[in-house]
C-alpha cells in the first residue's frame, strides 16, 4: 500500500501518542518476533517498534522486513523507532485523508 504525504503525516500525528510496544534487540528479527507484530496488528492498525542500541541491524532495513513479511507499511522510520501500518480489513478505525 503506498501512501501519500498527507497520509504519512496523518498516521505520524497518531503515533505520536503512543509507545513502541515490541523491541528488536541483540537477536534481530526472530520469526517469533514477526509472528507477534502480525498477531498484533489483529487489534491494532498502529505499530510502533523500538530498535536497541544492542541490535547490529539497521533499523531501515528491519523496518522493511517486517513490513514486507506482515503485509504492511513503513509509514516512518526515525532514529531507533519504526511505525508500521496495516489497516483492518473488515472494520478500519484509521481513517486515512484521500
Known amino acids: 500500500m503506498e501512501l501519500t504525504s498527507k497520509q504519512r503525516a496523518h ?12 523491541q528488536v534487540g ?3 528479527l526472530t520469526p ?10 489483529n487489534t491494532r492498525e498502529l505499530l ?3 530498535v536497541l542500541k544492542n541490535c547490529a541491524d539497521d533499523p531501515r532495513a528491519i523496518a522493511e ?3 514486507e513479511r506482515t503485509h504492511s507499511t513503513v509509514v ?3 532514529g531507533k523507532k519504526i511505525i508500521l501500518y496495516k489497516p483492518d480489513k473488515k472494520n478500519p478505525k484509521i481513517v486515512l485523508p484521500k
Open 76 to 78: 516512518q522510520v526515525i
Open 32 to 41: 517469533e518476533f514477526t509472528e507477534s507484530v502480525a498477531d498484533a496488528f
Open 26 to 28: 541483540k537477536s534481530s
Open 65 to 67: 522486513a517486517v513490513a
Open 11 to 22: 498516521l505520524k500525528s497518531l503515533a505520536n501518542g503512543i509507545d513502541p510496544i515490541f
Open 48 to 50: 510502533k517498534i523500538a
